[in-house]
């Protein structure tokens, strides 16, 4: 099997929650937050799949041994190389982003996980993963993926007026996160633009690619919706807080579920965490760095972040705090929460 296996002596009753990412030139830093905030906020045991160039997995290795053994029990991990299974390696490397397109090829590379959430590097959880897993339990007899909205409102979606190939519903799919049902994604035959009869995934993406490779912009995010354009039945859609991206605040608020829940997963694409454009977006990714493992989560985490988020206030994004911070508190009620009662379950002091 590619990739080496990392295994911890405790597992819990419950099958593992498996979470791909793939990582190529300088995103090892955004993977091992994205990865922390999973571990820090999470129940239940996870399973990670890092698709990574050669270069970096030394790099994975070193930073995962380095954290502290209270959060390393609670996950085991791989490292696999980059591999295309079918058409032209470089082609698909020079597809958007390096590698972007590797998380296509994940049923046909991980024949034996049955189902798993994918996200970009650039994803930080604020709430448990397990809520987000639930979703694969809403899925019809029919549905194999789920993302959420690329936007909520058509015209100012780049879907609704910039796409010259189909996509999703009326405004495209984002695929920053997505949940994949591998073993209904490797059963099923897709329809397509290209033959009367149906394809299988993998028989089905060189020549899609080929077909619409001068009309897409965003890559394997296109292609997507380009498969769920011709299978819509196949798509379960799920609301913005769960792909909170600049795009719901910076032209004014515009998911809704967000305004009423709180945002579940952040999405920080156009690099934010990284300039000074969204403030707000910035200071959930410091904090989360920065957050020592074994500190009080209110403490070190929570008060830190209402701090730095004071400082953007001018900002659109920054106008609705309330948005950023309701689900995360609530997540750290729940793990503070957990603890007290596994410390007094452990001192049999009731």
Avoid at 299 to 320: A, E, M, N, W
């Amino acid at each position: 099997k590619p990739g080496e296996h990392k295994h911890s002596k405790e597992t819990s009753s419950l099958p593992c929650m498996h979470l791909a990412v793939v990582a190529c030139g300088d995103r090892l830093e955004e993977t091992l937050i994205m990865l922390k905030s999973a571990v820090l906020f999470s129940n239940r045991r996870l399973c990670f799949h890092i698709f990574a160039e050669d270069s970096l997995k030394p790099e994975f290795e070193k930073k995962l041994k380095e954290w502290p053994s209270s959060y390393t029990k609670k996950f085991e991990y791989n490292i696999y190389p980059i591999t295309f299974s079918v058409g032209n390696a470089q082609e698909w490397k020079k597809l958007f982003k390096p590698c972007a397109a590797q998380r296509l090829f994940l049923p046909v590379i991980l024949k034996d996980v049955d189902s798993l959430l994918y996200v970009d590097t650039d994803v930080l959880f604020l709430r448990p993963i397990e809520d987000i897993w639930h979703i694969l339990q809403e899925f019809n007899s029919t549905q194999l993926a789920a993302m959420a909205p690329e936007h909520e409102i058509p015209k100012i979606g780049w879907y609704s007026r910039f796409a010259r190939h189909p996509y999703y519903g009326t405004t495209g799919v984002n695929s920053g996160v997505m949940l994949m049902n591998l073993t209904r994604i490797r059963s099923t035959q897709f329809k397509n633009s290209m033959i009367p009869g149906g394809l299988t995934w993998e028989e089905m993406l060189y020549p899609l690619y080929q077909k619409y490779k001068n009309y897409i912009t965003w890559g394997d995010q296109d292609l997507l919706n380009i498969i769920f354009s011709f299978n819509p039945e196949c798509l379960y859609v799920f609301p913005c807080q769960w792909n909170y991206r600049p795009d719901h605040c910076m032209y004014g608020s515009n998911c809704k579920g967000a305004e009423e829940e709180g945002v579940s997963i952040l999405h920080g694409n156009r690099g934010v965490y990284h300039d000074d454009k969204q403030p707000t977006f910035k200071a959930l990714y410091e904090v989360i760095r920065d957050f020592p493992f074994e500190d009080n989560l209110f403490q070190s985490l929570y008060y830190p972040l209402q701090t730095k988020f004071l400082d953007t206030v001018h900002t659109l994004c920054g106008r609705i705090p309330q948005v950023f911070l309701k689900q995360i508190e609530k997540t750290m009620k729940k793990v503070y929460e957990n603890r007290v009662i596994v410390y007094l379950g452990a001192n049999h002091r009731y």
